[in-house]
């Protein structure tokens, strides 16, 4: 049979912040035959106690968790207040849920409870037996209280009775009980509910309640609790939520509803399918869950649920808040749920961060792929009256935590509109900067009809890709893409401005290369000794190789072009498929996760409202380098990027981590490594920022005589040089200790001095990385490094000692001609694979 415990349990909106009330113990007269045998009545004295609820905990985005307060009313200002970006008190109380336990009492004076019986005797297995039971409140005693018969089987009381048997009994109420199954079933809470009404009208939800077990013992016949003074206390099982919403964007803000994606609260569906406790196995069942067809964790946490709830009035309006989160507008709309933790997922701590397979620690903290995530989504949002472009509210989350819900407590999630600052990457100049005829400064541009594939830039220097003719051994006379070579005096000129069409145009630093993958070059297939700087990571099915970096990346918060640029220390990470590999022709992806912030002491992560996720493509070039001992080798031809804002509310990581939820699709979420499917989706790419990165040839390593070097590139004299293998290098404002710095703006003595100098560096050396180049040195991620790469010979006429740094003069004297891909602080537009004006 089936009995309705507890239809309505009186929540009060948030009702069990910590303890339940409801208790209850088996019906006499219902019977659930669970073995053959003979069955009595015996007697059995059940108390269960009321809890009240005080002081509730402060968690706001990393999940706020309340262990109740005295008052009746379901909602109230906590005394804790709503986090700032930075995790700091801000100065809005934070609404919190609570129950009244007087009016619990007065909604249940009587309660339907199941009695569960675990007796274990001595050396056996532990036996379970279940029963029914009603409680009435006494006021008297304050509680619950069964005073009758119950009708067990009589083996119960004889193991019961046995030299060294333990006996305990538990209490459940509320849900739909299945007799037969021993199980409750229980239907999805998800209320919409007005702020102000709930403070002062509780509204009732169906949950599910369980006491801690209680000793018992037979006494004459009787299951009496051992110690006289031991009462049960019910609490509930699973958790509330709730999601309120504020508006801090300069104009009003309209929504539909949310949709929520979770891989730890599970219970609420739009299936109308009900999950199940087993009062046996005290699991959760039959939940909605879907696993990730692609990179997935193998640690726990790779079940996700999602669900959704819509305003019955179809939208919910909230005017502009300004930029203030003190003064932002706050809905009284708020929305309340009710799941549970199945234990798939585990809270973000200090042991659980992303770790190296090699059992080394990462660079920096980010969250492990078993690492609990809830983020919340605006539905159908509109900004004075248009779908926005900034925030893209399909993949920028308005609410995130890394919330692992506890059982029987609340948790608040404030939901939040704002303002969208600018993707970095947005800020690059579409193409590149020259000097004509060294006296004004030009863009190229190149227009790649929108494709993302790098294959087609590989023909958009000015030479058409020439260079890669014979695998770029070839054919290398065109002096067609000497225009676009700037040497260290032009780069110069950069540091301070220059005005082109597109506005003023600036010299990268190594801030800004950080974006572009060039100052730490990224790993596309792994190295043959694997220790480079991407390392395997832990906890990813399939394999994955990783980097997790501590870096000084640009940021500005007004989009204003007279506003400067500021820098500061950000996070990110960089992954990629342990078994991809680059051939010549073939293609290959890293996925980047930039502008996280780096976790305080205490372990969480402010949040950052400039965070991005990126896809590098690119396509293996095999290329002969001459003066080289590897003579042929793959390098990474022109790369591709696509940058997407994510924002402050994406926590996780982009290879684990739902990025776009479609209501009612096969496949309802859809993740970075769901490839053009996620990236290309036009409800995705709207405010999604491309740009490509070309590989161009510049000067043969003898090419560059001394008195050439600070030569106007696209002069005659340089029309019969030879063009060197097209690699990927770039004009950098440099550190002070790498020898780009000392050479960048400086008259030629000092820049032949310098080179001069730094020739003598040999491999191994301590100051061998002061020659690096701002590009790639293969497909593993190597940094270009310029040293004698043979045994310096102490040998021979002065010829043949000065041989291997002739060559690497030469070859740094190439270096100062190099192409510059510049920003800008007025924005570019983020449709970088066309030519336009945006």
Same mark, same amino acid.
Not at 28 to 40: C, H, I, S, Y
Not at 139 to 165: H, L, R, W
Not at 712 to 734: R, Y
Not at 754 to 769: A, L, P, R
């Given at each position: ?126 036996? @379970?037996? !279940?029963? +029914? %039971? *009603?409680?009435?409140? &006494?006021? /008297? ?5 069964? #005073? $009758? ?5 009589? @083996?119960? !009381?004889? +193991? %019961? *009775?046995?030299?060294? &048997?333990? /006996? ?5 109420? #509320? $849900? ?663």
């Amino acid at each position: 049979m089936k009995l309705n415990l507890l239809k309505s349990s009186a929540l009060f909106c948030g009702l069990f912040l910590l303890g339940a009330c409801a208790q209850e113990a088996p019906q006499a007269d219902n019977k659930t035959v669970l073995e053959d045998g003979p069955r009595v009545a015996v007697p059995i004295e059940l108390e269960v106690s009321v809890d009240a609820f005080d002081a509730p905990k402060s968690l706001d985005q990393e999940a706020r968790a309340y262990t109740g307060v005295k008052t009746p009313i379901t909602v109230k200002d906590g005394s804790k207040k709503e986090l700032n970006d930075d995790l700091s008190d801000s100065s809005v109380a934070q609404k919190v849920l609570t129950r009244s336990r007087a009016k619990f009492i007065e909604k249940n004076p009587t309660l339907d409870a199941v009695v569960k019986i675990d007796v274990k005797p001595a050396g056996s297995a532990t036996q @379970t037996y !279940i029963g +029914q %039971a *009603k409680m009435e409140y &006494s006021p /008297t005693k304050d509680k619950y209280t069964f #005073g $009758g018969d119950i009708e067990i089987p009589e @083996t119960v !009381i004889n +193991q %019961a *009775k046995a030299s060294g &048997s333990t /006996t305990t009994i538990t209490l459940y109420a #509320g $849900g739909e009980y299945d007799e037969a199954s021993g199980t409750f079933k229980l239907s999805s809470v998800m209320e919409e509910v007005s702020l102000r009404d709930l403070g002062t009208t509780p509204i009732e939800l169906p949950i599910l309640y369980k006491s801690a077990p209680v000793a018992f013992k037979v006494v004459n016949g009787a299951l009496k609790p051992n110690n006289s003074s031991s009462v049960g206390t019910l609490k509930p099982l699973g958790s509330l939520l709730l999601v309120t919403f504020r508006n801090n964007m300069q104009q009003t803000v309209s929504f539909d509803g949310i949709n929520v994606v979770s891989n730890s609260f599970f219970g609420p569906n739009n299936s109308n399918k009900k999950a199940v406790y087993n009062i046996s196995t005290g699991a959760f069942s039959n939940v909605v869950s879907y696993e990730s067809s692609h990179t997935k964790s193998s640690t726990g946490g790779a079940g996700y649920t999602y669900f959704y709830k819509d305003f019955s009035s179809g939208h919910s309006s909230l005017p502009g808040g300004g930029i203030s989160i003190a003064s932002g507008a706050r809905s009284d709309k708020a929305l309340v749920f009710w799941g549970f933790h199945t234990g798939g997922s585990t809270a973000v701590s200090g042991q659980n961060m992303m770790k190296f397979g090699d059992g080394t620690a990462t660079e920096a903290n980010t969250c492990a792929p078993s690492t609990s995530i809830l983020h919340v989504y605006g539905q159908n949002v509109e900004v004075a009256g248009r779908t926005p472009d900034r925030p893209n509210y399909h993949i920028a989350p308005i609410g995130g935590a890394n919330l692992t819900p506890q059982s029987g407590k609340a948790y608040t999630l404030n939901c939040e509109f704002y303002e969208q600052p600018r993707q970095m990457l947005g800020y690059f100049a579409k193409g590149y900067i020259y000097k004509e005829n060294n006296s004004t400064w030009k863009d190229y541009n190149f227009d790649g009809n929108g494709s993302n594939d790098p294959n087609v830039y590989l023909k958009k220097s000015p030479s058409a890709g020439n260079g890669f003719k014979n695998y770029g051994k070839d054919d290398r006379k065109t002096t067609a893409d000497n225009i676009l070579l700037v040497n260290s005096m032009q780069a110069a000129e950069a540091r301070g401005g220059v005005t082109t069409t597109k506005g003023q145009m600036y010299l990268p630093n190594e801030s800004w290369l950080n974006l572009l993958g060039l100052n730490r070059p990224l790993e596309f297939q792994a190295p043959d000794n694997y220790n480079l700087r991407y390392k395997q990571l832990v906890g990813f099915t399939p394999s994955m190789r990783g980097q997790v970096v501590p870096a000084q990346l640009p940021y500005k918060d007004d989009p204003s072009a007279s506003t400067p640029f500021l820098s500061k220390g950000f996070v990110y990470a960089d992954y990629h498929a342990a078994s991809q590999t680059l051939p010549a022709g073939g293609r290959a992806v890293v996925y980047r996760q930039l502008y996280m912030e780096p976790r305080n002491s205490s372990g969480y992560q402010p949040r950052s409202k400039y965070q991005t996720i990126m896809r590098t493509l690119t396509t293996g070039q095999c290329i002969y380098v001459e003066s080289e001992a590897s003579g042929y080798n793959i390098y990474p031809g022109t790369l591709t990027m696509e940058s997407l804002y994510v924002g402050k509310y994406f926590v996780g990581n982009v290879m684990t981590t739902p990025l776009y939820v479609d209501r009612g699709a096969a496949q309802p979420f859809l993740y970075a490594e769901s490839g053009d499917v996620f990236w290309h989706n036009a409800e995705v790419s709207r405010d999604r920022v491309d740009r490509a990165t070309l590989n161009v040839p510049t000067f043969d390593y003898n090419q560059i005589s001394e008195s050439e070097i600070l030569k106007d590139a696209g002069k005659a004299s340089f029309e019969t040089k030879t063009k060197a293998a097209p690699l990927m290098n770039h004009w950098c404002d440099a550190a002070d200790y790498v020898w780009y710095s000392k050479i960048i703006g400086k008259d030629a003595g000092t820049v032949n001095s310098v080179i001069s100098t730094s020739s003598s560096i040999i491999e191994g050396d301590g100051n061998q990385i002061n020659n690096r180049i701002y590009g790639f040195a293969n497909t593993r991620g190597g940094v270009w490094v310029l040293t004698q790469r043979y045994n310096i010979v102490h040998y021979g006429n002065r010829q043949q000692r000065n041989a291997e740094p002739g060559i690497l003069r030469g070859r740094m004297r190439t270096y100062t001609y190099q192409v510059l891909r510049p920003y800008s602080t007025k924005y570019q537009g983020n449709e970088g694979f066309r030519n336009n004006n945006d």
